[in-house]
């Protein structure tokens, strides 16, 4: 396959990215004009965030399966296809009924589509192309999470909340058409049984795990759910990771984390991935109820963060090919500490571009520590085991964005009743003690990050 052709299935898988991390959070700002044409409270409509990554959570772990057992280009054109339609079901959507329903189905696409895409870029990039083409698609797990809640806004003020699912549809129909001509995958296709006990445990433990994090936003009045769905997944996730140390065929292949690179990169690379999913959550809201400054230039203010990102991403490469992974992340991960606790020094004594400074510095070690893990975590992996390490790799990313979330949520209670605060009305050192005690998540990460090999990922660089 010509690099020209590679080049653009890279574009391709990217943008499906987008729209399945942008659909993750870009309901948000939404609810109240949502539950207001569905007639009911605005925390009902919350669900719909929650159904899609219970969906997400259940539905990842089998699509490298189903792309070994029926190819693909197949699962990935379809799950274009159902991710598009279910775009246009949730755009339609009368009730709370069928809105929760459309957005199952829209996250069925989208469980299947980020995996599955992953491999097929994977496949289809020589060694020397990894890091840019990695590169490439991280863009949607940097921008979705904040563009998300400001484009939402954007279309709900001057529109209506239906153009936050309509916009999928032409770009899901461009993306079938162009998935159809440019992916080849003949002759991958394996016959491997599927381990449906695998399927079931994981799919409990996992859903069960999200679903408490989720309760976690209202941890007040949740303590006693919250606690027996942890309960659930940590039993049901003990039991999938005993089966699936015995089955022939496991669904989730834990031999994946003998590879160090892998290993090292889905444990310390998520506990980086949380704490900077924090930052989208609790800075908007510091900047609001703490600080008293309106929406919108809020929403301009987290740009900030948006900007980092593209700037980065035009030495990410250079830095990772001239210095090696090891040295790169650990410095990066240095300066995660440094970022979050700025965000932590903000105040209403702070000029608003001495603010932007500081999330556009947070953005450029956002973007340097999600294209590094994204490249370092699969570099290493045989392409025999590549459908079951891009969907278990998959997993980690859409937990760490919900534990990012409520992480931040978490914090913020424990530091409210460390200050003897109003959890309803948090103070400015509320955010503040919060925002310090998520740092512990990066320096556990950067101690664990500590034996991964001087010379990982060598083998896909460009040494200069």
């Given at each position: 396959m010509s690099a020209v052709k590679n080049k653009y299935i890279t574009y391709l898988v990217a943008t499906t990215f987008f729209m399945e991390t942008l659909d993750s959070t870009v309901i948000a700002t939404a609810l109240p004009m949502m539950a207001n044409d569905f007639s009911v409270f605005p925390v009902d409509v919350g669900i719909g965030i929650t159904a899609y990554l219970l969906t997400l959570a259940v539905l990842i772990p089998i699509s490298g399966w189903l792309a070994d057992r029926f190819g693909m280009r197949k699962i990935f054109t379809l799950a274009i296809c159902i991710f598009t339609g279910a775009s246009i079901l949730c755009g339609i959507s009368q009730s709370l009924y069928f809105f929760i329903f459309a957005r199952v189905l829209q996250g069925v696409g989208g469980a299947l589509m980020v995996p599955v895409g992953r491999i097929i870029v994977l496949r289809n990039t020589p060694k020397e192309g990894i890091i840019a083409a990695i590169g490439l698609i991280t863009w949607p797990a940097l921008i979705g999470p904040v563009v998300g809640p400001a484009l939402g806004g954007l279309f709900t003020k001057y529109a209506t909340w239906h153009w936050i699912f309509f916009i999928n549809v032409p770009i899901g129909i461009i993306g079938i058409i162009l998935s159809l001509i440019w992916i080849k995958t003949p002759g991958e296709v394996k016959k491997s049984p599927l381990d449906g006990k695998g399927f079931i445990l994981s799919g409990l433990a996992l859903s069960s795990l999200i679903y408490a994090v989720e309760l976690c936003r209202h941890i007040q009045d949740s303590r006693n759910s919250i606690f027996i769905f942890v309960t659930i997944g940590m039993f049901t996730g003990y039991l999938a990771i005993k089966h699936f140390q015995k089955s022939p065929h496991p669904m989730i292949d834990l031999s994946l984390l003998k590879i160090p690179t892998f290993e090292s990169t889905l444990i310390a690379g998520n506990l980086f991935r949380i704490a900077l999913h924090t930052t989208p959550f609790l800075v908007p809201l510091y900047l609001q109820v703490g600080l008293g400054i309106d929406p919108f230039q809020t929403g301009v203010i987290v740009m900030s963060i948006f900007v980092g990102n593209l700037v980065m991403k035009a030495v990410t490469t250079p830095l990772l090919n001239r210095y090696g992974f090891k040295k790169v992340m650990t410095i990066n991960g240095v300066a995660i500490i440094f970022s979050l606790l700025s965000c932590a020094l903000i105040s209403e004594a702070m000029p608003v571009w001495i603010v932007m400074i500081i999330l556009f510095i947070n953005g450029l070690v956002r973007s340097m520590q999600f294209t590094s893990i994204n490249t370092l975590g699969l570099a290493d992996v045989p392409q025999s085991k590549?459908?079951?390490?891009?969907?278990?790799?998959?997993?980690?990313?859409?937990?760490?964005?919900?534990?990012?979330?409520?992480?931040?949520?978490?914090?913020?209670?424990?530091?409210?009743?460390?200050?003897?605060?109003?959890?309803?009305?948090?103070?400015?050192?509320?955010?503040?003690?919060?925002?310090?005690?998520?740092?512990?998540?990066?320096?556990?990460?950067?101690?664990?990050?500590?034996?991964?090999?001087?010379?990982?990922?060598?083998?896909?660089?460009?040494?200069?």
């Open positions: 590549m459908g079951g390490a891009s969907a278990l790799a998959s997993t980690g990313v859409q937990l760490s964005m919900a534990l990012g979330i409520a992480v931040g949520s978490l914090a913020l209670s424990i530091a409210t009743a460390l200050n003897d605060g109003n959890p309803d009305l948090p103070s400015n050192h509320d955010f503040q003690l919060a925002m310090v005690l998520v740092l512990m998540l990066p320096i556990w990460g950067l101690w664990r990050q500590r034996k991964m090999s001087s010379n990982a990922g060598d083998d896909i660089r460009k040494k200069y």
